[in-house]
């Protein structure tokens, strides 16, 4: 099985900072990787597919990168409705999902 | 627009099965695969497993095999995901979620989720 990781598994930031989220998998996944967001009490959303596609109707400071084991989301100027839960899944083989990182008002 | 409604809350006692439903709408059936992933109380996501609602192949999470069965009714385009010898920590939100437009291409749509709480 693929094991993914998240750093940092929690942060705290301001409205207008730049926010990266690394994701890490155990093997290569090639660009077998997505993104979503998950608000309290809602399901996911998602953000981003094929590690770097913007999901239609995601804003634009959404952005993500990487390639084979090592994967980031950037959050290029966050906006208070972005205080939320951020999982990475992979679907290069049997999908599963990072353990999350939480993202929260300093 | 695409909608997936999920049935409603279940309770149930350990050991009993549960099935939760997922009513799709808004695009055709057939043509897209559904996945079920669910999520315990103040826990991460697990998918559990995928369907495709063209010809019912279906790919479980080990951790289930044996457990799990999901399933299609292509009259109703409904997808069911049933549970059996339920534990508490079966405890959870079960979601499902319909594929995107191709392989790793995530899953776009989601429905609002089932609580289902296992209990004695």
């Known amino acids: 099985d693929i094991q993914m990781t998240q750093s940092p598994s929690s942060l705290s930031a301001s409205v207008g900072d730049r926010v990266t989220i690394t994701c890490r998998a155990s093997?290569?996944?090639?660009?077998?990787l997505n993104w979503y967001q998950q608000k309290p009490g809602k399901a996911p959303k998602l953000l981003i597919y094929a590690a770097s596609s913007l999901q239609s109707g995601v804003p634009s400071r959404f952005s993500g990168s990487g390639s084979g084991t090592d994967f980031t989301l950037t959050i290029s100027s966050l906006q208070p409705e972005d205080f939320a839960t951020y999982y990475c899944q992979q679907s290069y083989s049997t999908p599963n999902f990072g353990p999350g990182t939480k993202v929260d008002i300093k | 627009q695409v909608q997936l409604v999920q049935s409603g809350a279940e309770v149930k006692k350990p050991g009993a099965s549960v099935k939760v439903s997922c009513k799709a709408s808004g695009y055709t059936f057939t043509s897209y695969g559904i996945s079920w992933v669910r999520q315990a109380p103040g826990q991460g996501l697990e998918w559990m497993g995928w369907?495709?609602?063209?010809?019912?192949?279906?790919n479980y999470a080990q951790k289930l095999q044996g457990r799990v069965t999901m399933t299609t009714d292509t009259s109703t385009s409904t997808a069911y995901m049933e549970l059996r010898s339920l534990r508490s920590d079966d405890t959870a939100v079960y979601y499902c979620a319909r594929d995107g437009y191709y392989y790793g291409s995530g899953s776009p749509h989601w429905g609002q989720g089932t609580l289902v709480t296992v209990s004695s």
């Open positions: 369907i495709s609602a063209y010809n019912g192949n279906t």
């Open positions: 093997q290569s996944i090639s660009s077998y």
